[in-house]
């Protein structure tokens, strides 16, 4: 007997450490097996690492080695690969997979999903007219776009021109059991030159480039360190992550002679124990879809400082779980780490409020639920025999 449950085929630029990609580990862990199948198709490559961390052992990763530049020329073996496959829903994420959509509907894939969970590094706030023409010019092959955020639905709707009906808002979630809050004060980081219960440590995890804007983070901190030195003399600065931006935060760190008072720890697989090493999370990018830092910094009961850009402000409740300042504003964003330094007691209060609204709000069962819930009406409305 043939097997019912739907090939969904999950369709990125690469397979690798990332927020989005995170978000699809997750969803395919969580969707209920006896529904669905899948396969991953990176148009770069998939990372073997990072396969790992799907449980699942019958999905297939494929990578196809885009070369840089326009995807059309992928287009014969996308589509060789979609009738190979049969897939039920084919769901491609951000612009750089959106191509994927027109092969996808060459192959008579009955639902083509379109997640937007974010803007491009070269592109934030989905400004440039050319990004904007190629998402109208992809619009009649996509069935149902997924918003991350409402800013993003507000620009699918208004910029790009997507009717209403077919956009799906569904935010991410959390893993609330991993992400959870230090028992006792901060925990003890391997490697970290921090450990002291005497130091304030401020912290970011995210790769280093430009749409992230560590160097923002990095000016503000040595901006503190200059203009409230008693107040500030506890202070350090953990960033996690790597990229092109890490010579220029080194820079800026040296000239100010605050080498020593910041940690750059590159790229790590431990980010709930980072988490509880924090005191305070800080998230300084110039352009956010749904943070899953933010999602995982309150979950971790951690008091969050970000830009209001995008969709931080659906996150953060300015006030109650944390601060919002004006991307790019240096002066902004180290007056808000001189507040928190200044009222140790209202932080504890914003951590708490954090996880709870963490919990309340934005549950990886939630987020999968929501998912299950839009491929089964897509899937009926396509004619799809479905279990359950």
Not at 22 to 28: K, M, S, T
Not at 151 to 164: I, S
Not at 175 to 196: K, Q, V
Not at 315 to 333: F, N
């Amino acid at each position: 007997m043939s097997d019912q449950r739907a090939l969904i085929v999950h369709v990125v630029y690469g397979f690798r450490v990332g927020g989005l990609e995170n978000g699809v580990v997750n969803l395919i862990n969580r969707l209920p097996h006896a529904h669905y199948r899948h396969v991953v198709v990176a148009l770069t490559d998939c990372c073997p690492t990072f396969c790992e961390r799907v449980s699942r052992a019958d999905v297939e990763f494929i990578s196809l080695h885009k070369p840089p530049g326009h995807g059309y020329r992928q287009f014969g073996a996308l589509y060789r690969l979609f009738r190979r496959l049969r897939p039920q829903v084919v769901h491609t994420r951000n612009l750089a997979a959106l191509e994927s959509q027109l092969p996808a509907t060459l192959a008579r894939v009955p639902v083509r999903v379109h997640g937007e969970h974010g803007w491009d590094v070269s592109d934030p706030g989905g400004r440039k007219r050319r990004y904007r023409l190629a998402r109208r010019l992809y619009r009649p092959f996509v069935s149902r776009y997924v918003a991350l955020s409402g800013d993003l639905a507000r620009y699918l709707e208004e910029g790009v021109g997507v009717p209403g009906g077919r956009v799906e808002r569904i935010c991410n979630g959390v893993d609330t059991a991993r992400f959870h809050p230090a028992a006792h004060g901060r925990e003890l980081l391997a490697g970290s030159p921090f450990n002291d219960s005497r130091l304030f440590v401020i912290g970011t995890v995210g790769r280093l480039q430009t749409v992230k804007d560590q160097l923002l983070l990095a000016r503000a901190f040595v901006r503190l360190r200059r203009e409230q030195p008693a107040l500030s003399a506890r202070a350090r600065l953990l960033i996690v992550g790597e990229g092109p931006l890490r010579s220029g935060i080194e820079t800026i760190l040296a000239e100010a002679g605050l080498g020593a008072e910041a940690w750059l720890a590159g790229e790590r697989a431990d980010t709930p124990e980072v988490m509880r090493a924090l005191d305070l999370f800080v998230l300084p990018s110039q352009a956010e879809g749904i943070s899953n830092t933010i999602l995982e910094a309150m979950a971790s009961g951690l008091p969050v400082l970000a830009t209001a850009v995008g969709g931080n402000a659906e996150l953060v409740d300015a006030g109650v779980t944390g601060t919002l300042v004006p991307a790019g504003d240096e002066s902004a964003m180290s007056a808000a780490l001189a507040a928190a330094l200044g009222d140790l007691p209202r932080l504890q209060e914003q951590g708490r409020a954090g996880r709870a609204r963490a919990e309340a709000q934005f549950s990886l069962d939630g987020m999968v639920g929501r998912y299950h819930r839009m491929y089964q009406h897509l899937l009926a409305a396509a004619g799809h025999r479905q279990r359950g």
